[in-house]
Every structure is written in C-alpha cells, then in structure tokens.
C-alpha cells in the first residue's frame, strides 16, 4: 500500500457529476487529495453533501467534455492520477448501438490525453462487469469460473443487441489497447450492478438479467464499496489489469425477488414455486484478485476510523 504522501497528491476525477463520480470526489478529499473534479455539463452540476470548507479549497471544479479533446487536458493538468468514468451525454442518455461509438470515442480520447500529460502516473478506467460475461454458454465449458481474464464476446453482445455491454468491452478493450501502445500504467474495475435509490427495471445493466441470474454471473456492488476499491487500486502501487468488483451476488430466489421487489416495487411478485423457493444458483464470477489487494486497504480504514 502507498505512503501517506501519496494522499497529497493531485488527482482528476471525470466524470465528477455522477453519483460514483462525485462521491470518489467527497472521499478523495477527505483522504487529504487535491482533486480537479471534471464534469461534462456546467460545473454548476456537481453535488457534494456538505464538503468543509477547508476541504473545498482543495477542490477544482471544470467543464471537460470527451469530446472536446482541449478542456480534458485543461482538467488533467498537473495532476498524477485519473479516475475517469462514462457517463452518457444528457441528450442522448439512453444505450444503443449508437451509443458503443460514442462511447468508445470517449475512451480514446481521455486515454489519449494521460499519454500527452506528463504528470499522469496512473489512471484507473472505470468499466463493467458486462465486460465479462456475456458468451454463447454452448461454446464452453461451464464449470470454470469467470473472472478478469475473460472478455465479453462482441459478437454475441450484438445479436442479442445488448448494448450496454457491447459499449463497455469495445471502449476498455481501446482503452487497453492505447494504454499499452503508449505505456500508460492503467487499471480498470468491472464493477457489478450499482445499487442506488433511483434503480429502475429501465437500467442498461438489467438487458438480460434473467439470463445472468440463472448463469450465475447476476452480481451487485454498493457505492462505498466500489468507491473504496477504486481508491485501493490507484493507491496500491503493485495493482495492475483488471478487477471484478462486487460485493453480493444473487444466487436464490430469495435475492432475486428482494432485487425485483427494488426494481418494481408497485408489481405484485409471483408466488415461487417450491424448486424456485429452494434453488441455489452456482455463482460463476470471481472476484478474489480485488478481495485480496483490499483486505490491507480497508484494515487502513478501520485505523483511520
């Protein structure tokens, strides 16, 4: 694990205006960070719950578009690392084909700025574990687990036009592929599905949940847990490829209709049957490569508590 002073450094966080965005802000600051927050609207669009101030005045807030190839370099200025997360553009918030090219050339383009920053050290490239799971199950065995070495088949993610998971491996492989090309120290997280408040049924991530649940790979992450692992990674100086991120995973029935219960709260749920009520899902996603880089890390957090 780092030294304190690594918590004096200067760090970037796009896109700042989503809710893992501004929360990896509110905890970087309380680790002692200065951070340069990137948001893709006005900077205006960033909600912190109650930062102190002698906190705030380590934080600097800008308007960094993807697109827009000058103010991403303005946000990376001087800083030594980049927590850089997609959020989909306001007009056009919905994923779907076309979203995968946009997508992706949001990734090229933010990659492509670290390697022209010469102060960036390290970025941390927030992905999905829609990455990692999706494949035609006929093509191979079932009885190995998945884990950070596997890729979702593009293919398969086009024909059964899951988008969200299309977007996400075609963007991390580019990002890979241009971090390796320009010798970028990178590290992504593949987390699972985010819970938070205003989950609905309407999520990209939920296109073929039934079909992730009975294969095992149906898991979820919850935001202090997936912020911490982010920061573990970026501080853990022995961190490298990528990191499966949960920390439950649905595997009876029990979960499933506490999830859908949270999804739809107003549909009645459908009485099990007694194989329903009493099956339990082999779980085929692993993420023992992040439990084991964050055991030291949060054994830091219970002392700092």
């Given at each position: 694990?780092?030294?304190?002073?690594?918590?004096?450094?200067?760090?970037?966080?796009?896109?700042?205006?989503?809710?893992?965005?501004?929360?990896?802000?509110?905890?970087?600051?309380?680790?002692?960070?200065i951070?340069?927050?990137?948001?893709?609207g006005?900077?205006?669009?960033?909600?912190?719950?109650?930062?102190?101030?002698?906190?705030?005045?380590?934080?600097?807030?800008?308007?960094?578009?993807?697109?827009?190839?000058?103010?991403?370099?303005?946000?990376?200025?001087?800083?030594?690392?980049?927590?850089?997360?997609?959020?989909?553009?306001?007009?056009?918030?919905a994923?779907?084909?076309?979203?995968?090219?946009?997508?992706?050339?949001?990734?090229h383009n933010?990659?492509?700025?670290?390697?022209?920053?010469?102060?960036?050290?390290?970025?941390?490239?927030?992905?999905s574990?829609?990455?990692?799971?999706?494949?035609?199950?006929?093509?191979?065995?079932?009885?190995?687990?998945?884990?950070?070495?596997?890729?979702?088949?593009?293919?398969?993610?086009?024909?059964?036009k899951?988008?969200?998971?299309?977007?996400?491996?075609?963007?991390?492989?580019?990002?890979?592929?241009?971090?390796?090309?320009?010798?970028?120290?990178?590290?992504?997280?593949?987390?699972?599905?985010?819970?938070?408040?205003?989950?609905?049924?309407?999520?990209?991530?939920?296109?073929?949940?039934?079909?992730?649940?009975?294969?095992?790979?149906?898991?979820?992450?919850?935001?202090?847990?997936?912020?911490?692992?982010?920061?573990?990674?970026?501080?853990?100086?022995?961190?490298?490829?990528?990191?499966?991120?949960?920390?439950?995973a649905?595997?009876?029935?029990?979960?499933?209709?506490?999830?859908?219960?949270?999804?739809?709260?107003y549909?009645?749920?459908?009485?099990?049957?007694?194989e329903?009520?009493?099956?339990?899902?082999?779980?085929?996603?692993?993420?023992?490569?992040?439990?084991?880089?964050?055991?030291?890390?949060?054994?830091?957090?219970?002392?700092?508590?």
């Amino acid at each position: 694990m780092a030294s304190a002073s690594f918590h004096h450094e200067k760090v970037c966080v796009m896109d700042a205006s989503g809710r893992l965005g501004s929360t990896l802000v509110e905890r970087l600051l309380e680790r002692g960070y200065i951070v340069h927050a990137a948001v893709q609207g006005h900077v205006d669009d960033l909600k912190l719950n109650g930062v102190p101030t002698e906190r705030e005045k380590k934080l600097k807030v800008f308007h960094a578009d993807p697109f827009d190839y000058q103010s991403i370099t303005d946000a990376l200025k001087g800083c030594s690392g980049l927590f850089y997360a997609f959020e989909p553009p306001q007009d056009h918030p919905a994923y779907d084909e076309y979203m995968v090219e946009v997508e992706v050339r949001a990734a090229h383009n933010v990659v492509e700025a670290c390697a022209r920053t010469e102060t960036i050290d390290k970025v941390v490239f927030t992905s999905s574990a829609t990455a990692v799971l999706w494949r035609d199950n006929n093509s191979q065995s079932l009885a190995s687990d998945l884990d950070e070495h596997h890729w979702s088949d593009v293919n398969f993610c086009r024909k059964f036009k899951l988008w969200h998971a299309l977007s996400k491996t075609v963007a991390e492989k580019t990002a890979w592929e241009l971090a390796m090309d320009r010798d970028i120290n990178m590290v992504s997280i593949n987390g699972g599905l985010l819970m938070e408040p205003h989950l609905s049924i309407t999520h990209p991530y939920l296109k073929g949940a039934a079909e992730m649940y009975e294969c095992g790979t149906f898991v979820t992450v919850d935001l202090q847990f997936l912020v911490d692992a982010h920061i573990c990674v970026f501080e853990d100086v022995s961190s490298y490829g990528r990191y499966l991120c949960f920390n439950h995973a649905i595997t009876n029935h029990e979960d499933a209709i506490h999830l859908a219960r949270l999804l739809t709260p107003y549909s009645p749920s459908p009485p099990p049957s007694y194989e329903e009520a009493n099956m339990i899902i082999q779980q085929r996603l692993s993420n023992k490569k992040l439990t084991k880089v964050m055991v030291d890390f949060e054994s830091e957090l219970l002392l700092e508590d």
